[in-house]
C-alpha cells in the first residue's frame, strides 16, 4: 500500500512539471497590432486599441503585471506583481529580449488578457499581443524587439483575470487527498 502511494504521488509531482514545460514564444512578427503612442497607456485608451486589433470583449482592463527594465523585481507593479519576475536580456541597458517567469503565489487566470512590449523612441512605440491562451504559469518568452535600434523599456499585461491555482499545487492537493482518504481507510479497517 505504501509503495502505490509513493508512486502515486511521484506520478502527481512529474505530471505538475510537464503541464509548466513550454513557453509561450513571441517576437515583433507574432503580432497585427502597434501603435507609436509614445506613452504608458491606461486601461481605458489601451482597450480602445486593442478592441481594433483583437474585439475585446471586456469593458475595462486592469494593470495585473508590469515590469520596468533596470527596476528589478522592487519595481514590478499590477494585481500579480509578486507573482511574476522578468529578466530582461541581450544588453543591460537596451534589451532586445525578456523572459517574463512564474514565482510563487497566484497566477493569473486569463479571461482576456494582453501583453504589452513598449520601447516608446523607436516605431512603432509598443507591440500587443493577446495572450488570452496563457495558462498563467508558463513562461513567456519575448525575443528580437527593436534589435540594434532600441530596446524594451517595459512589458505588461493587461486584462481581465482570475486567480487561480497552478496546477503543481491543484495536483498536490487532490493526491493529499487521496492520501488522506486511503489512511482513514487503512485505519478504519484495522
Same mark, same amino acid.
Given at each position: 500500500?505504501?509503495?502505490?502511494?509513493?508512486i502515486f504521488v511521484l506520478g502527481l509531482l512529474a505530471m505538475g512539471?510537464?503541464?509548466?514545460?513550454?513557453?509561450?514564444?513571441? &517576437?515583433?512578427?507574432? &503580432?497585427?497590432?502597434?501603435?507609436?503612442?509614445?506613452?504608458?497607456?491606461?486601461?481605458?485608451?489601451?482597450?480602445?486599441?486593442?478592441?481594433?486589433?483583437?474585439?475585446?470583449?471586456?469593458?475595462?482592463?486592469?494593470?495585473?503585471?508590469?515590469?520596468?527594465?533596470?527596476?528589478?523585481?522592487?519595481?514590478?507593479?499590477?494585481?500579480?506583481?509578486?507573482?511574476?519576475?522578468?529578466?530582461?536580456?541581450? !544588453?543591460?541597458?537596451?534589451?532586445?529580449?525578456?523572459?517574463?517567469?512564474?514565482?510563487?503565489?497566484?497566477?493569473?487566470?486569463?479571461?482576456?488578457?494582453?501583453?504589452?512590449?513598449?520601447?516608446?523612441?523607436?516605431?512603432?512605440?509598443?507591440?500587443?499581443?493577446?495572450?488570452?491562451?496563457?495558462?498563467? &504559469?508558463?513562461?513567456?518568452?519575448? &525575443?528580437?524587439?527593436?534589435?540594434?535600434?532600441?530596446?524594451?523599456?517595459?512589458?505588461?499585461?493587461?486584462?481581465?483575470?482570475?486567480?487561480?491555482?497552478?496546477?503543481?499545487? !491543484?495536483?498536490?492537493?487532490?493526491?493529499?487527498?487521496?492520501?488522506?482518504?486511503?489512511?482513514?481507510?487503512?485505519?478504519?479497517?484495522?
Amino acid at each position: 500500500m505504501k509503495r502505490a502511494f509513493v508512486i502515486f504521488v511521484l506520478g502527481l509531482l512529474a505530471m505538475g512539471r510537464a503541464t509548466n514545460a513550454h513557453a509561450l514564444a513571441l &517576437t515583433p512578427a507574432n &503580432t497585427s497590432c502597434t501603435t507609436n503612442i509614445n506613452t504608458n497607456l491606461s486601461g481605458s485608451a489601451l482597450r480602445g486599441i486593442l478592441d481594433g486589433c483583437f474585439d475585446v470583449d471586456a469593458p475595462s482592463l486592469d494593470l495585473l503585471y508590469k515590469a520596468d527594465v533596470g527596476a528589478g523585481d522592487a519595481g514590478d507593479s499590477g494585481s500579480f506583481a509578486s507573482s511574476y519576475s522578468t529578466a530582461f536580456s541581450n !544588453t543591460t541597458n537596451d534589451p532586445a529580449d525578456a523572459l517574463i517567469s512564474y514565482v510563487s503565489g497566484g497566477a493569473i487566470g486569463c479571461l482576456e488578457c494582453y501583453l504589452v512590449v513598449k520601447d516608446g523612441n523607436h516605431s512603432p512605440a509598443q507591440y500587443f499581443f493577446d495572450i488570452s491562451t496563457w495558462n498563467g &504559469t508558463d513562461p513567456i518568452s519575448l &525575443t528580437g524587439f527593436w534589435p540594434q535600434q532600441g530596446a524594451i523599456s517595459n512589458v505588461a499585461i493587461w486584462g481581465v483575470a482570475t486567480t487561480k491555482t497552478p496546477e503543481p499545487a !491543484t495536483l498536490l492537493l487532490v493526491g493529499g487527498g487521496c492520501a488522506m482518504a486511503a489512511l482513514r481507510r487503512r485505519r478504519r479497517l484495522a
